[in-house]
């Protein structure tokens, strides 16, 4: 299973700074791309999701390393342990007609076969990379498109499924980690200003998820009018800005509620290295007051990329791939905590 998240372990091409890496989780980038011989989604027939996956398949095993897998030979734990990894969408986990999904080896680029679109082209990253991801995104398209030939009109750009991809097809997306905007009830005012600069904000699993965690996830709104480098800039210079309003945020609790804060901190941290059994939701809850002691200096002897990893792995379908077998979910949540447990314990002694 952790080779699924291996896109999410630090790399030298990111261009954050460790402040940035440690507010933004993750960097999206997602293309919408469909073939012009072949019926878009509201007309396709079985035969063509067939021809489709056939098609793109041949392609993709002679131009990309990596593993295809087939949806309709996946269980649904290993679908639900793909989304958990942010390696294909809800909507894709729950396809019943012909789809695939292409996985590289490096873990940070999927090709969902089959989605609303016939191609949806992703790369992933931690931290605020989006120029870079992009890059590699837009390789990838580029040399299957040499092949697949993409549908494309000289008015509207890239054609797709859904109106509110025309143009481009690009979707930027950070997810964001902001308990300093939501313990300063600042929060509000950064979502409307997200939307007023036609952004939409959602949960982390993105479209219809909930926000847990004070984890938010950013993406644009708009693909149509606007060039790609313009639309990577504006969502960095975007995140950047929400990264200092955060920053400021988290200075002015610790000025003005500093024994709160660092109670809060500890009591979350010891709760992890002490629960017997304890729920996903609770995880995610008690993670992102830890993380942000890691970030700003006061608890020294755990890593950030600890987190990161515990925060994947013990999710419901990801926890159940890690030990190798299916668990009710009185059962997940023992394992849960004893997983956590020893992952903590593992790091404190190691430091």
């Excluded at 292409?102 to 873990?107: S, V």
Aim: glycine residues 6%; proline residues 3%.
């Amino acid at each position: 299973m952790l080779n699924n998240i291996k896109w999410f372990m630090p790399s030298e091409e990111g261009d954050f700074t460790s402040e940035e890496k440690g507010i933004v989780v993750s960097s999206r980038i997602r293309v919408a791309r469909n073939l012009e011989n072949i019926h878009f989604e509201i007309k396709m027939k079985p035969a063509d999701s067939e021809r489709l996956v056939a098609l793109t398949r041949s392609i993709i095993e002679t131009k990309l390393r990596g593993k295809l897998l087939l949806l309709q030979k996946l269980t649904p734990l290993e679908r639900e342990s793909l989304l958990e990894c942010y390696l294909i969408s809800p909507a894709f986990a729950k396809a019943d007609r012909p789809a695939a999904v292409f996985i590289n080896e490096k873990g940070n680029i999927s090709i969902m076969i089959n989605e609303e679109d016939h191609l949806r082209i992703q790369g992933l990253s931690c931290g605020l990379n989006l120029p870079n991801i992009s890059s590699e995104v837009f390789n990838v398209e580029a040399m299957l498109g040499e092949d697949l030939g993409y549908a494309f009109s000289e008015t509207y750009g890239f054609l797709t499924s859904c109106p509110t991809n025309l143009g481009t097809g690009l979707r930027t997306s950070v997810l964001l980690h902001l308990p300093g905007l939501v313990f300063t009830n600042e929060v509000e005012k950064v979502l409307k200003s997200a939307v007023n600069s036609g952004m939409t904000v959602r949960g982390i699993y993105g479209e219809g998820t909930e926000i847990k965690g004070n984890l938010f996830q950013f993406s644009n709104q708009h693909t149509l009018g606007l060039k790609e480098e313009e639309m990577i800039e504006g969502m960095t210079k975007f995140t950047r800005m929400i990264v200092d309003f955060e920053k400021k945020t988290r200075d002015i609790v610790l000025s003005k509620a500093r024994y709160e804060f660092e109670d809060k901190v500890f009591r979350s941290l010891a709760i992890l290295k002490s629960a017997v059994i304890i729920n996903s939701d609770e995880v995610l809850n008690l993670l992102s007051a830890v993380r942000v002691g890691i970030e700003v200096g006061i608890i020294k002897d755990i890593n950030l990329d600890t987190i990161n990893e515990i925060m994947f792995v013990t999710r419901p379908a990801n926890l159940q791939m890690h030990y190798g077998e299916l668990l009710e979910g009185y059962e997940r949540d023992i394992k849960r905590a004893e997983y956590i447990r020893k992952k903590i314990t593992l790091e404190i002694h190691t430091e």
